[in-house]
């Protein structure tokens, strides 16, 4: 990933513009970057903000050649790959998944990724993959400084963009390879259950108009969240926003 990489020191959305040029045939494992964003955007229509000179905001197309089914998971392989470059790359920071796509340190957030897919008219498909990371980030703005947190800020000292960058393209790649050839996330279930920041606690999802909760008992095949309801049926929730129950 990343042979074919463009840079912008400004972009409303490097989702946005991974989606352009992959409609016009940007072939897959091209990477997007940008410095800064003007029109960042998270998961459930949220804002992502995006200030310049500190973090990293890129998007990988992918191509995918697995039945449709199977795209829900590769924001969970993403997010594998994102925690092992973390591992390899940041000193003294130990970094949790959370289900489905975040990467958290003590709790906080330091790593958003929102997956996008479209339908090419010849029925095959893209999958943006859109990666924001705090990296040097020092002032968190008010409105998330009890959720976020940056590498910096964990680590206690300053991060090359571009190592982590790169880091993160290495690892991301064999995995994307391994998980095409296999028939679902069954051999990166250790993994992604090994890191779950989410394991044995009880949370609330919502996951479209209801609300579900339980106790997280670990992740299906095909990456849904086991949750496990109080008169003890254990459910399958396949997409949704988790969060801890207090108390
Ligand atoms: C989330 O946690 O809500 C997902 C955040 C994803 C942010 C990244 S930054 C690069 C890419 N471009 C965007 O507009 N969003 C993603």
Known sequence: FGRNLVFHEEVDSTNVQAKILARQGAP???????????????????????????????????????????LSQI??????AIHRAFGTSVEGVSSMIKWPNDILISGR????????????P???????????INVNLQD??????????????E??????????LSSILNHFEPLYEEWQEAEDLRDFLPYLERYAWLKNRDVEVEHYKNTLSGRVQGMSRTGELLLEEKDGTVIAVSSGEARLCKG
């Open 140 to 153: 968190i703005p008010g409105e998330i400084e009890a959720v976020a947190t940056s590498l910096f800020l």
């Open 155 to 164: 680590s206690g000292y300053e991060h090359s963009r571009s190592d982590i």
């Open 109 to 120: 957030k330091v790593c958003g990724i929102l997956c996008e897919m479209e339908t090419e």
């Open 75 to 80: 924001p969970l392989l993403a997010a594998a």
């Open 122 to 132: 010849d029925m095959t498909h893209f999958v943006i993959v859109g990666i924001g």
């Open 28 to 70: 897959e494992g091209s990477v997007f970057v940008a410095d800064c964003q003007t029109g960042g955007r998270g998961r459930m229509g949220r804002v992502w903000v995006s200030p310049p000179g500190a973090n990293l905001y890129f998007s990988v197309v992918l191509r995918p050649s697995v039945p449709p089914v199977r």
